[in-house]
């Protein structure tokens, strides 16, 4: 039978600003600013529509009766008041009567002005108020938005027992409360179970292969043993060793995925020479070179973590490198107000495609599965999952000639 494909739903688009940043713009597109701006600007459009309305009106009423008299000047004398208002001193009365309509339409269109003057400046204040009023109004309907944001940043700090309890009316807003703190308590719930699961875990793979190790090594330790039986032996503890190896990278990988509550001052200079001195030995037998100045860079963190990416990056570039005269960079420094740490190597080309399925477990390049003695394919996803668990990521590039460059970012 056919098989429709069910279209992926398309990602969000991401803010333009980061969100665990804490200098954020001034004027960032909140909520609470187009409120603002919308009730604000409603009521300035209302005002100025109703000034146009009174204007027009009260133009519309001074000209009609500047237009016509109220009386008639039959004969007479009149002495002008004002510089503006030119009126014959003696005259026929008709004379008299058009140099009054003149003054009084002056008169009225100076009124008028005056009236639109006044009425723009009240206009302006009673904009301001709208604005600050609708700024706080908004302000105050938006108020649980404000606190389910503070929550859930206490909760991506891995503070899972927080939990909002918004009072008040029984609205969207706390129906959309209720909701994330019964989500609160499921997921604590589950990491809850996960960390039991891992430290059973820990305890029951841990034992049974320690157990084999011990007594492999009882009887390969037999002199009186076959040279067989002692082969098979070696060839046990490899496997037993790589197994462990295993365990412990998934173990890792799985406390790692959560973020660090206990952090200390750790430089990553001093992280990244203890992962060389631990490297050393293997390097000089592959006749790798590692070379680099690492820069005092102080992250707050886990050490025996941070120290597990270093030592994992360390050993992807020295195992994966090429015959002879390969070489491996590693510096650290802070750049931006961030600690970055580089490994850089020289090695086999690296199409930029594949680079994602690096960061897969058990993928290697242009393997599936893991299946060399060159680890057990958790390196760079232990490595990850520890820099995102710190706040950071890391990015590889391909490098020209051959080889990656890995970087690491880490928060200060």
């Known amino acids: 039978m056919p098989t429709t494909s069910v279209p992926h739903p398309q990602a969000p688009p991401k803010p333009t600003w980061d969100p665990r940043d804490p200098v954020r713009p001034l004027l960032r597109p909140t909520i609470r600013i187009r409120l603002t701006l919308l009730y604000g600007g409603m009521f300035l459009i209302a005002g100025v529509l109703l000034l146009s309305i009174i204007y027009l009106f009260t133009a519309q009423t001074l000209g009609e009766s500047a237009a ?21 001193v003696q005259g026929s009365g008709k004379q008299f009567n058009d140099a009054v309509s003149v003054c009084l339409r002056y008169q009225s269109d100076q009124a008028l002005e005056d009236l639109l003057r006044r009425s723009l400046f009240a206009l302006l204040g009673l904009s301001i108020i709208a ?42 807003l706390k129906e959309l409360a209720d909701t994330f703190d019964e989500m609160l308590e499921r997921l604590e719930r589950a990491f809850t179970a996960q960390q039991r ?22 009887h390969a330790s037999d002199p009186e043993a076959p040279l067989a039986l002692q082969q098979l032996g070696k060839t046990l503890l490899a496997t037993n060793e790589r197994s462990e190896q295993l365990v412990e990278g998934l173990l890792l990988l799985a406390r790692s995925d959560n973020q660090i509550i206990e952090r200390k001052a750790v430089d990553l200079a001093e992280v990244a020479s203890r992962a060389v001195d631990q490297t050393h030995a293997e390097a000089v037998a592959k006749g790798v070179e590692i070379r680099g100045e690492r820069a005092p860079a102080v992250v707050q963190g886990n050490g025996v973590l941070l120290e597990r990416i270093a030592l994992n990056l360390l050993q992807n570039a020295v195992r994966y490198n090429v ?8 510096t650290t420094e802070v750049q931006h107000g961030q600690a970055v740490l580089v490994v850089s190597n020289t090695g086999p080309v690296v199409p930029a495609y594949e680079i994602d399925n690096l960061f897969e477990p058990f993928r290697r390049l242009r393997q599936e599965r893991t299946g060399s003695d060159k680890g057990v394919g958790l390196g760079l996803s232990i490595a990850r999952s520890v820099a995102r668990a710190h706040g950071g990521r890391i990015i590889a590039e391909p490098r020209e000639g051959g080889g990656l460059v890995m970087r690491v970012t880490l928060p200060i």
């Open 68 to 88: 016509k008299l109220p009386f008639e000047i039959v004969e007479g004398k009149v002495q002008p008041t004002t510089s503006w208002c030119e009126l014959p």
């Open 131 to 172: 604005f600050a009023f609708g700024y706080a109004m908004a302000g105050r309907v938006l108020s649980p938005l404000g606190r389910i944001t503070r929550t859930a940043r206490q909760v991506a700090g891995s503070d899972l027992s927080r939990r909002i309890e918004l009072d008040g009316p029984d609205d969207e």
């Open 197 to 218: 699961f891992v430290a059973n875990a820990s305890h029951e793979l841990r034992t049974p292969l320690a157990i084999n190790r011990t007594l492999l090594e009882i």
């Open 323 to 330: 015959p002879e005269g390969g070489w491996v960079e590693v």
